[in-house]
């Protein structure tokens, strides 16, 4: 099967920079994706990881080390509004397709 | 594009009862994926539709089954409900990740079951 492993909780003020970690366990690996959930709304895709290396995205960017099944989410820049809880997920190929297997999630919080 | 659609959005029910959650997708997906969260838990992977067809399983019990419809909308029941149950049931629709694994999935707004 899948595992995940993430913190479950980190703590930033705003205008810094964080960086959120995942390691994970899976056989058939595709990729590391990472999603945003605010708190009573629906998880909202961030990043895709399938190759070793780092991808940007404005102020978002993800890491992938396929090697040792590890990935990172950093964000920069901190705003309040990035106060979410946050997912990695693994995709994964399965028997008739592939399946997105998410971690327990990191509650960020941004302070003043 | 309209988004993905759920409904109800919250619904109370008493153990031993059923209940069936749809799930409209974006237009064009044709895969639905549908997935439990709770708090401790986080999101768990319950079972993915393609073209009416159940592609992946997870690790849920047989009270937890789902179809999907030829215009790709989906349901999922659940019977013999119990207190357990309590959770937000959220579906994801994506192209079709099965050849495009990077294909991102589109979460609705989810459904908020109770049961009491």
């Known amino acids: 099967g899948q595992s995940l492993e993430q913190p479950s909780e980190v703590t930033a003020v705003e205008g810094a920079i964080v960086q959120i970690n995942c390691t994970y366990q899976?056989?058939?690996?595709?990729?590391l994706s990472w999603y945003q959930q605010h708190d009573g709304g629906a998880p909202t895709f961030l990043s895709y990881?399938?190759?070793?290396g780092l991808e940007e995205t404005g102020r978002f960017s993800s890491f992938l080390s396929r090697s040792d099944s590890y990935g990172y989410l950093l964000l920069q820049e901190l705003q309040m509004k990035d106060s979410a809880s946050y997912f990695c997920a693994v995709r994964a190929i399965t028997g008739g397709g592939n399946k997105l297997t998410f971690g327990t999630g990191t509650q960020l919080k941004v302070e003043l | 594009k309209a988004g993905v659609t759920q409904t109800p959005r919250y619904l109370i029910k008493t153990r031993g009862q059923q209940v069936t959650l749809s799930c409209s997708p974006i237009?064009?997906?044709?895969?639905v994926s549908w997935y439990q969260q709770t708090p401790g838990q986080g999101l768990q992977f319950l079972f993915e539709y393609f073209s009416e067809t159940q592609r992946n399983k997870g690790n849920f019990p047989g009270r937890f089954s789902g179809r999907q419809f030829s215009n790709s909308r989906s349901e999922m029941n659940v019977s013999t409900l119990e207190l357990g149950d309590s959770a937000l049931y959220l579906c994801?629709?994506?192209?079709?990740?099965?050849?495009?694994?990077?294909?991102?999935?589109?979460f609705g707004p989810g459904t908020r079951l109770l049961v009491l």
């Open positions: 237009s064009g997906h044709r895969s």
């Open positions: 899976t056989s058939g690996f595709y990729g």
């Open positions: 994801a629709s994506s192209s079709d990740p099965g050849t495009s694994p990077q294909e991102t999935q589109y």
């Open positions: 990881n399938a190759l070793d």
